[in-house]
């Protein structure tokens, strides 16, 4: 009994022996392998498990907007704006963005967020929805236009090639993306950018559509139906 005894006790101590020398051995092994097999496996202190989905994610994101990006876009203001709430204040972030394409399609959008990000994302979204289709005829406007909105008063008067945009402020921003070239502007009325910006857009939707001018028939000139000849249709008889 006592020789049983002692040879059971011999194996249960060494048991134990043989696990400590697979895991020492274990160790040794992961030591050697190269770090592309470890990030494989997903080890701490190598980076997460390999499978690239986010990347894969923010690039197509990034084509995608870089297609989608067909108007050029400006950020007239940026503010804090704090509401007063039941349970104390709520702070959010308001953005005005400028939206245009330089020939003739621009606009404006306002919006909040509690990110400054998500308040121009938002403002970029409600500008396109508010898109003005407007007149240029040789680089300016048709006519002369006096607006007000608000507290703001704008001026514009068309100019010759040549002039430039000559108008400060946010007047400037929303006619240098609609395509404006040779325009005088004044703002008149108060020094708030959103009020300006919006007195403007207005100014513009307000401009009268101008039927472009036939060609001047100079005396002595070769007519056919009325028209120069270098114009009118010849129809075979």
């Given amino acids: 009994m006592p020789e049983e005894i002692k040879k059971n006790e011999e194996e249960k101590t060494e ?15 992961a030591k050697k392998a190269p770090v592309a097999q470890l990030k494989s496996k997903g080890r701490r202190g190598f980076g997460a498990p390999s499978g690239g989905g986010g990347g894969r994610r923010r690039g197509r994101d990034d084509r995608k907007n870089a297609e989608k990006s067909e108007y050029e876009q400006k950020i007239v203001d940026i503010a804090r704006v704090t509401r007063v709430m039941a349970g104390g204040k709520r702070m959010r972030f308001r953005a005005c963005v400028v939206l245009g394409n330089r020939n003739g399609k621009v606009g404006v959008g306002l919006a909040k967020a509690a990110d400054v990000t998500n308040a121009i ?8 929805k508010n898109m003005l289709l407007m007149q240029i005829v040789n680089g300016t406007i048709v006519h002369e236009v006096r607006h007000k909105f608000g507290a703001a008063r704008i001026l514009l008067k068309p100019s010759k090639q040549g002039t430039g945009i000559i108008a400060g402020g946010a007047a400037r921003i929303v006619l240098e993306l609609a395509g404006i070239k040779n325009i005088v502007g004044k703002i008149l009325g108060t020094s708030n950018s959103v009020n300006n910006v919006k007195c403007v857009m207005e100014a513009l939707r307000s401009l009268k559509y101008v039927e472009p001018k036939a060609k001047k028939i100079k005396p002595g000139e070769p007519r056919i139906n009325n028209q120069p000849a270098d114009k009118a249709e010849v129809k075979n008889i």
């Fill in 15 to 29: 048991e134990p022996a043989v696990v400590l020398e697979e895991i020492e051995v274990e160790d040794e092994e």
């Fill in 121 to 128: 994302t938002k403002a970029v979204e409600q500008a396109k």
